[in-house]
């Protein structure tokens, strides 16, 4: 996947501490990996990855990030 035209947010700084995601259109699915670690992407469908944004801004999967309750 290296042949893939990747891009990450204009709002990642430079250096270190600062990955992100990076995306890329490949045919027809959209390919995300981290920028810290290149080697693992996933692939999945523009609508499905709308649907999983659109979760994100509405709060809907803050759950998975809380700390677990002790």
């Not at 430079?14 to 693992?40: F, K, Q």
């Not at 609508?47 to 999967?61: E, N």
């Amino acid at each position: 996947m290296s042949e893939a035209n990747w891009r990450k947010s204009s709002y990642s700084g430079a250096g270190d501490g600062n990955s992100c995601i990076e995306l890329a259109l490949i045919g027809t699915a959209v390919a995300l990996r981290e920028s810290d670690d290149p080697r693992t992407v996933l692939a999945t469908t523009p609508v499905k990855l709308g649907a999983l944004l659109r979760s994100i801004k509405a709060g809907q999967l803050d759950h998975l990030a809380a700390a677990p309750k002790a």
